[in-house]
């Protein structure tokens, strides 16, 4: 069966600092990669996805960045936090990518990462 | 531009009742729903989905239904229980899945 792990579960940095969030996917292959942030009080904001090694779209201008070094291997990072970067950021992946699809988005436990 | 809409951003009901969230979306193009349900610290949990070829989708004590004239869906849960309470999402897929701002729902003893 598929699993998704995303680490880690908490952290406090201080304004300025790097950010390194990391998700991995076990048990498929080639999935659809996601990272969403909710904001405190607010929904699901996808900020990137990626379909493939290397193949990073970003939804959202930003302090953010995304990498996909591996296949199932997806990174979230920043090189300077601002206040504005806490939140609950959420890893997900999904099968397939379509005009009509009929897949679901598996997420990850995410980390509530709070900037100081 | 919010596409997917959840205008009440809490709900309580009485253990047993019948809970009804709701959800609004803009594009008709989009041809498949879903619903998660997001304890706090936690990701979120498919679940229960319905395709725009449906009106009605029923899952135990889970049932969504489906008015794509309205642009229209809701999620009901009969009877609510304590551990339904969490905030839900709904959410629309169409070459990307796009979520609403979400119900927290307290269903109280």
């Known amino acids: 069966s598929q699993t998704i792990h995303q680490w880690p579960a908490t952290l406090v940095q201080p304004v300025g600092s790097p950010l390194s969030l990391e998700c991995t996917v076990e048990?498929?292959?080639?999935?659809?990669l996601y990272w969403y942030r909710q904001a405190a009080g607010r929904g699901l904001q996808l900020l990137f996805y990626?379909?493939?090694?290397?193949?990073i779209s970003s939804e959202v201008p930003q302090n953010l960045s995304a990498s996909r070094p591996q296949d199932r291997q997806f990174i979230l990072s920043s090189k300077k936090l601002l206040l504005s970067d806490s939140g609950f950021y959420l890893c997900?992946?999904?099968?397939?990518?379509?005009?009509?699809?009929?897949?679901?988005?598996?997420f990850g436990s995410g980390t509530q990462l709070s900037v100081l | 531009d919010q596409q997917v809409k959840q205008n009440s951003p809490s709900l309580s009901v009485q253990e047993g009742r019948i809970s009804i969230l709701n959800c609004d979306y803009t594009?008709?193009?989009?041809?498949?729903f879903l619903w998660y349900k997001k304890y706090p610290a936690e990701g979120p949990t498919f679940l229960i989905s319905?395709?725009?070829?449906?009106d009605k989708n029923e899952d135990g004590r889970f049932t969504v239904f489906l008015n794509k004239s309205a642009k229209h869906l809701s999620l009901h849960i009969v009877p609510s229980q304590p551990g339904d309470s969490a905030v839900y999402f709904c959410?629309?897929?169409?070459?990307?899945?796009?979520f609403g701002t979400g119900t927290s729902l307290t269903v109280i003893p």
């Open positions: 319905i395709s725009s070829i449906k």
């Open positions: 997900a992946w999904s099968v397939s990518w379509g005009p009509s699809t009929n897949e679901k988005l598996f």
């Open positions: 990626s379909v493939g090694i290397g193949q």
């Open positions: 594009n008709s193009m989009f041809d498949y």
């Open positions: 048990g498929t292959s080639n999935p659809n």
């Open positions: 959410a629309a897929n169409r070459h990307q899945f796009y």
